[in-house]
């Protein structure tokens, strides 16, 4: 048997999120709005905490990372977007497609590994307050951190690896607003069971292993504190703390586990599920981790009446 001949796809078309005129000129304002706030709340956020001397112990050095993946994460998507919603044609390179894989999911693995990392810093703030500084110092800080951008790479390095070896030959249409693993590999010319199979097990094992080590994490918090209930207002703040930090959890695992982790078929949530993971989940890190810390808002009323307002020296 002679072997096929596969004529190369060069470039995917999306299919965005509309194709009514005053939809699209809707969602531009409220994608570019979101987009906006994320970079502003972001660099505010690594400003404050590069400015402020105070703002030294580990929790913010963390913070610093996760404010900086947030802007990052986020910028991989919004510009292409937001550009695509006043062209009739969204068209993507194969190549351009390739390279928004790599750094989405570098980005995104990332992330979440370093939201496992800030879950382990916090587990050692509260149970282990006299030894803290100790268990976490700069050294494995950095290590930690490390760690969780090259676990990032190599994991976007597997996806990268399983779709450029596949044949497109048409058609190249994708259903979704940016170029991502479940979409494309719809539309090899090719069983991809063996691929998908690789990809759910990369992809939605990190989703879900991580999501569980860190609801056990925070259950097991929450439970100690609930024991000491009323040691007064640092174990509520403690709690009030773990709260928080368990919505975003579910909030950014939760949509990820349900992309990543079933075959890729196509559902009709798909698309939404996609923008909450996308462009809310970047919106709530700021606002949940950081704009609640009482410290962190008072360093930034200070930086802003220092170098914007100058009402300080």
Sequence with gaps: MEPINYTRVTEFVLTGLSQTREVQV?????????YLFILQGNILIICTIWLDPNLTSPMYFLL????????????????????DFFVERKRISFGGCITH????????????????????????????????????NQHLCCIL????????????IIQVALIVQLPFCGPSELDSYFCDITQVVRIACANTFPEELVMIFSSGLISVVCFIALLMSYASLLAMLKK?????ESTSRAMST??????????MFGPSIYIYAHPFDSFSLDKVVSVFHTVIIPLLDPIIYTLRNKEVKTAMRKLVNRYILCKEK
Excluded: Q, R
């Excluded at 900086?68 to 919004?78: E, G, K």
């Design 26 to 34: 809707v969602l531009f304002v409220i994608f570019l709005s979101f």
């Design 64 to 83: 610093t990372n996760l404010a900086f993946l947030d802007i990052w994460y986020s910028s991989i998507i919004a510009p292409k977007v937001l550009i």
């Design 101 to 136: 894989l790599f750094f989405l999911h570098f980005i995104g693995a990332s992330e979440m590994f370093l939201l496992t990392v800030m879950a382990f810093n916090h587990y050692a703030a509260i149970c282990c307050p006299l030894h803290y500084a100790t268990i976490m």
């Design 145 to 156: 951190v490390a760690l969780s951008w090259l676990g990032g790479f190599i994991h976007s």
């Design 228 to 232: 000491h209930s009323g040691s007064g």
């Design 242 to 251: 773990c709260y928080s930090h368990i919505t975003i959890v579910v909030f």
